[in-house]
């Protein structure tokens, strides 16, 4: 199965920036959609972005204009360049992959990475 961590959260005033990272390892045969998420305090976990393998990238409304997600394949690493961040982007941010192993469809969670933004 593959392994991801997360990395580049932190403590920011409104209108900064930060660049999440997401690096992958373990074995798999096809990787497919990359995304990020965030789960808010007393909220459930939403998309923020995601990219095919293709690198079609789709944002939510929130994040458009605002977030620039990228991937590399070759390294299977994965990052979110965060812009203009304002308090409500505050959460924890999680990445998530999806990959074919063994003719399977499977997907992968990163622990989470605290982003706070404040006022």
């Known amino acids: 199965q593959v392994q991801l961590v997360e990395s580049g959260g932190g403590l920011v005033q409104a209108g900064g920036s930060l660049r999440l990272s997401c690096a992958a390892s373990?074995?798999?045969?096809?990787?497919?959609?990359m995304a990020w998420y965030r789960q808010a305090p007393g909220k459930q976990r939403e998309l923020v972005a995601s990219i095919s393998r293709g690198g079609t990238a789709n944002y939510a409304d929130s994040a458009k204009g605002r977030f620039t997600i990228s991937r590399d394949n070759a390294r299977t690493t994965m990052s979110l360049q965060m812009d203009s961040l304002s308090p409500e982007d505050t959460g924890v941010y999680y990445c998530n992959y999806q990959y074919i192993i063994h003719g399977r469809y499977e997907d992968s969670w990163g622990q989470g990475t605290q982003v706070t933004i404040s006022s």
């Open positions: 373990g074995k798999f045969s096809v990787m497919n959609d």
